[in-house]
């Protein structure tokens, strides 16, 4: 065994080494709880701008006598919206970003949908590709529960969707069956670039939630003008789908 005789006393670089790490530790310590401190504080802000959100939804369909199936289905979209939300960047804090770093932004969030498109497969030299980054500004983002329809049978489509995330089910409502499953990179509604046959065939339905990112017919043809040949090689590709 070591007596208290036997231990010999710190040198004093020791003693100022002791000091040094205390102090460290000391510093990293406060760090971690000050930054801990802060992430709980935003996620506490969002889970109360949220809960009041919640609160004025649930008032709102108690007042108006909701079903409560309905009201359910309401509860968990809001739900997934707030666990899974989605990236735009119309924040504040980007309005001054310039045009150029924007669609790089989105090009990153987007995952190239439309360069990989085979809507798009027409599109080989460099400026028709910037075409594509600038059709990325009017991708509108939507998101979709279990069940939901997305579109019905007969309605007027003045747009073409890309299914981003989840799968979608083209359903024959006479019938009653699922006739195909369109899963992410797929896209429909190309009947919309046909003169003529702008309506919905059949109905389309989310099989489990799905992100959709539909694209105005509009921008297309506005966006694409200077190369009529990207919109003539897209309509020729919804024909043949």
């Not at 000391?26 to 992430?39: H, K, R, W």
């Not at 028709?128 to 600038?134: D, F, G, N, P």
């Amino acid at each position: 065994t070591v007596g208290y005789g036997d231990l010999k006393p710190l040198t004093q670089y020791e003693v100022v080494s002791c000091i040094f790490f205390m102090i460290l530790g000391a510093s990293l310590f406060s760090y971690v709880v000050g930054n801990m401190s802060t992430l709980i504080g935003e996620i506490g802000g969002d889970s109360s701008r949220y809960r009041a959100q919640m609160q004025a939804v649930t008032v709102f369909m108690h007042d108006h006598h909701v079903p409560n199936e309905l009201k359910q289905r309401i509860r968990k979209y809001y739900d997934y919206s707030f666990t899974n939300p989605v990236a735009e960047i119309t924040m504040p804090e980007l309005r001054d970003l310039s045009t150029g770093l924007k669609r790089e932004l989105l090009q990153f969030f987007r995952s190239n949908m439309l360069s990989n498109s085979p809507l798009f497969h027409a599109v080989t030299d460099q400026k028709e590709k910037r075409i594509l980054l600038h059709l990325l500004e009017f991708l509108q983002h939507s998101q979709h529960g279990p069940g939901d329809f997305i579109f019905h049978e007969g309605e007027i489509s003045r747009e073409v969707s890309f299914v981003f995330a989840g799968e979608v089910d083209i359903v024959d409502w006479d019938a009653r069956e699922v006739v195909a499953t369109f899963r992410k990179g797929s896209f429909l509604g190309e009947n919309s670039l046909i003169e003529g046959e702008e309506m919905w065939p059949f109905a389309v339905k989310s099989r489990a939630w799905s992100n959709i990112l539909s694209l105005p017919v509009s921008a297309i043809e506005n966006v694409t003008c200077d190369f009529p040949h990207l919109c003539a090689s897209a309509r020729i590709t919804a024909k043949n789908v």
